[in-house]
């Protein structure tokens, strides 16, 4: 008996492979448009024409001073003559010191020294006496430190005679009292240059001269 429902037959076998080969390319054709994208990505990104660090960031790190190695370190000269210990052009600025082999100390990272030019007067707090000091400023970093410090110089002398003011007449006879006013005085120049430049960088302060009168 001849079916007349349809629901054999090549005709009907032809429709449902038709429909599977449509079902399949449904599924399929995403997957591979997914799996190139990411494998296109991973590919750019092996090849560097794009970054995941953020935009800008490594510009900014450009931007600040960076600590000097102790094997870059400038290393003042022993000889006499014409313009000796001051390196090229007369800079009172100068880096001393030598690597430091592991396991003997000292610090990891060159010194720079700048001796401000004319010496500090003050009174003391709360006291009849008055303190004179010579200052000279230590930086680990490279010499955008130091011009800086040059640049803003009377910002800084501001700040250091402000410092100096808040000074007690017990500090100034005994050696921890006077590491406070170095402390402080590190404390008051770094916040001259963050404010002017964004960067202090001061890692110490030391007297060159110091008389209480």
């Known amino acids: 008996m001849e079916d007349i429902t349809g629901d054999s037959g090549p005709g009907k076998k032809k429709k449902k492979g038709g429909l599977m080969k449509k079902l399949l390319l449904f599924v399929v054709l995403p997957l591979v448009a997914v799996g190139g994208g990411v494998g296109g990505a991973l590919y750019a990104m092996n090849a560097g024409w ?25 290393r003042a000269s ?29 610090d990891e ?25 010579g200052i000279a400023v230590e930086t680990h970093y ?3 430190v130091l011009e800086n410090i040059k640049t803003h110089e009377i910002a800084i002398r501001s700040a250091i005679l402000l410092a100096l003011s808040q000074t007690g007449e017990d500090e100034v006879f005994n050696p921890d009292g006077k590491k406070a006013m170095q402390e402080r005085l590190v404390k008051a120049i770094n916040e001259v240059l963050k404010e002017k ?4 960088g001061v890692s110490n302060v030391y007297f060159t001269n110091f008389i209480v009168q």
Do not use: I, M
Not at 50 to 74: C, Q, R, T, Y
Not at 111 to 133: G, I, R
């Open 142 to 144: 490279d010499d955008r």
């Open 109 to 133: 990272y060159a010194s720079a020294y700048y001796p401000l030019e004319k010496e500090f007067t003050s009174n003391l707090q709360d006291s009849v006496h008055f303190v004179q000091v």
């Open 50 to 74: 794009f970054s995941a660090k953020p935009a800008g960031g490594d510009h900014a790190d450009a931007d600040k001073p960076k600590l000097v190695p102790k094997s870059e370190e400038k």
């Open 78 to 106: 022993v000889k006499g003559g014409e313009g000796g210990g001051h390196g090229e052009g007369g800079d009172s600025a100068e880096r001393h010191g030598k690597p430091t082999p592991e396991g003997e100390g000292g």
């Open 197 to 200: 430049e964004g960067f202090g």
